[in-house]
């Protein structure tokens, strides 16, 4: 039994038995930036994009699976892509319930938002574009920097014959000679939440993997991420220590022009290319702004276990004996209003997103299509796509809701029925959620009695663990940050207020869904509801 197995009980059971170190304050005044920062780099500015169409909607983006024939990327697009996901696109500054709130009116503690969700705000995740020739800039490996919307440039020289060997056969994706690689600077996030840190930081990696799914996919362009390759191999590419540094997913890009010579006689971009040496290496170094940066036994042997391996890619249908269990027989079943549709755009909705943070109104009972339209919505973030997706992580996500104030659907426990349109309930407990939800709470942040429900998805983690081994924990976690973020995108494009949190007890929550007796483990609420009218609020789009 791996150590993730031990990882996974901690972090079920850390409401009641806190997880070392238990006295651990932050040093918020000695905290990492936000970025890593890569001092002389050149800088490459990046466009806007283009204009994002009208029929790419967040119903195309996360209900209608891309079949393909969208358009092919070009650096327009990947600029469109990476602003919409992680740039900053704007400052916010409401009246809220969150700890943070007497800090943001300052400058340098301004909240910036971004269209992809993260733990904390932290947003530790590195992105890194690997481009080859077919690309309209000098081949080599760039960082994007959300700050400036522009790339810094690491290296020059093609080296995508490096992550093509990384990724080994059987990749998932197109043949292409352009990558975008995800990295997780652990600090960036340990330096608050310490040992529970690789749990947040895979999760962060699941959104923005979301994010550019459902961003690409309502535009009909299917993105396959890699979460199974050489991992020590990229390591050295990009330069990073792996204990600081894990790298998470590759996602290869359909590009355009890729295959086709520049000019009669040239080769074309797309002919095989031979691997670069094994010393080729990004020599530029972050800077770090920490003057002491802490590491954590958990968070490196999490690392260490789930690097391990990281090649050996799982055979297909690896995963069918961790599938979510079938809904509960005998149960009382209750179809679902008919789903409302999700017609705004999916840049808009990611512009509009944000986290509600106490906000909510009970006496503003939610729609129930708009329930249904949400729990569609997550249901259809948990399909990840890449290897994952050929391994069966399609099937491995099972969704509660614990209905508080919700028209046409009574208070209570329910384990949810997807398939068909709209859908169903099935009735765990007819007892109103709502002390239960505010018990079971650890933070001040929200009152759960006034959410009109509470989303629940749960894993059978591990049973994926004993079937694809320690490196199963990153694919766990992407999956639930996948439903995270398309339950904010579509909450967004309904103009329906939403939050999401860690801070619950999971053991209670396994109760409540008499769980106690299966593997399945609840990993994250989703907090749904009409926020009150009239707050006061701020709002400064800057893209």
Sequence with gaps: MGYAHGYATAIMHRGRVPMEPVDFVPDWA????????????????????PAYPAYATVERGLLTPAGGGGPAFDLGLLAGLLRD????????????????????PFYPLANWSRGT???????????????????????????????????????TGDVSGVVREALGEGAPGPGTDQFL?????????????????????????????????????ARGTALEPALWFDEERLTRLLGVAGEEEGIFAVVPLPWAGYGV?????DDAPGAPLPAAPPEV?????????????????????????????????????????????????????????????????VRAALRARRSSFGRFAAERPLDGAHLTACLAAAAGGSRLGGDGAAAGADGLVKMYA??????????????YVPGGDP????????????????????????????????????????????????????????????????????????????????????????????????????LLIMMLGHERRGASDFRFEIA
């Design 281 to 345: 290496s990004v020599r530029r170094r972050d800077s770090e702004r920490s003057r002491t940066v802490l590491a954590f036994d958990a968070l490196t042997s999490m690392h260490h276990a789930t690097a391990a391996d990281a090649a050996a890619r799982p055979a297909p249908g690896a995963l069918a004996a961790a599938a979510a269990p079938a809904p509960g027989p005998g149960r009382p079943e209750t179809a679902l209003p008919r789903r409302a549709p999700l017609a705004r755009d």
């Design 402 to 415: 614990l209905v508080n104030h919700v028209t046409g659907v009574a208070p209570g426990t329910y384990e």
């Design 85 to 104: 996901s992680y740039g900053l696109v704007g400052r916010r500054l409401g009246v809220q319930a969150n700890t943070d709130l007497g800090a943001l």
């Design 30 to 49: 000695d905290g990492p930036r936000k970025t890593k920062h890569y001092p002389g780099a050149d800088r490459l500015p990046l466009p806007a994009g």
């Design 117 to 155: 969700a993260s733990g904390g705000g932290l947003y530790p995740v590195s992105v890194y574009w690997v481009s080859g020739p077919s690309a309209p800039v000098p081949p080599g490996v760039h960082h994007y920097s959300p700050r400036h919307h522009a790339l810094r440039r690491l290296l």
């Design 261 to 265: 010579a520049a000019r009669p006689g």
């Design 423 to 522: 859908g169903a309930l099935r009735c765990v407990s007819a007892e109103p959620p709502g002390a239960f939800l505010q018990e079971n709470y650890f933070l001040a942040n929200y009152n759960l009695e006034q959410a009109a429900a509470v989303l629940v998805p749960t894993v059978r983690t591990h049973s994926v663990l004993d079937a694809v081994g320690d490196r199963g924990y990153r694919l766990v976690n992407a999956l639930i940050g996948g439903v995270a973020q398309a339950t904010y995108t579509a909450a967004a494009a309904l103009d329906v207020g939403c939050g999401v949190a860690l801070g619950f007890d999971n053991i209670a929550y396994r109760e409540r869904f008499k769980l106690v007796e299966t593997d399945e483990m609840p």
């Design 181 to 217: 690689v995800l990295g997780v600077k652990y600090w960036q996030n340990s330096f608050k939440y310490n040992s529970f840190s690789f749990h947040a930081v895979s999760m962060d990696v699941g959104a923005l993997l979301g994010t550019w799914r459902t961003w690409a996919g």
